[in-house]
């Protein structure tokens, strides 16, 4: 089981605090944040949304991209080697497994899993039928591609519905940091 503790708008002083603690997986959202604290030894994921054009700064410095979302980006990711909200980006699930296949053709692209973020409500049996979803796809692309290990879903204020819905990783910023 995975956390990535989310360190969006936390300095490096309050990571390296985390890291003391045992914790050393953080998750950035933007690239000039993620390049301001980036340190060797830590392991970092970028899980927001990555523009092409600043895959450069972060290709051999992360080690997860839980946000790639179009053929574009995995394009310019391979150059360089290394839910249905509308307001959120991402790719639509129902679409899913047929991008999984195409990454398939980038040689420097390891798919490793899956990420979601569930609907912003307080209708929790619509959280629980997206994570049942994401789980559903999860173990039928395990199936399929057996180097998929990872189902990144739930934040601090739905992780345990998450890991109670099969998710593996989880990315935890304010119950951490606060």
Known sequence: FNVVAVSKTRTKEEIDEVAKMGLTTFGENRVQEFIDKYDPKYTWHIIGHLQTNKVK???????????????????????LKISEDPNKTGYPFKDAKNFISQLQEFKHIQIKGIMCVASKT??????????????????????????????????????KLAIKHGSNTVRIGRAIFE
């Open 122 to 159: 307080e209708d929790q049996a619509l959280v629980e039928s997206e994570f049942d979803q994401m789980h559903t796809l999860y173990l039928e692309l395990k199936e399929q591609y057996p180097d998929i290990d990872t189902l990144s879903m739930g934040m601090s204020q739905d992780y």
């Open 57 to 79: 700064y972060i290709v051999g410095k992360v080690d997860v991209i839980e946000s790639l979302d179009s053929l574009k980006l995995a394009e310019e990711i391979e150059k």
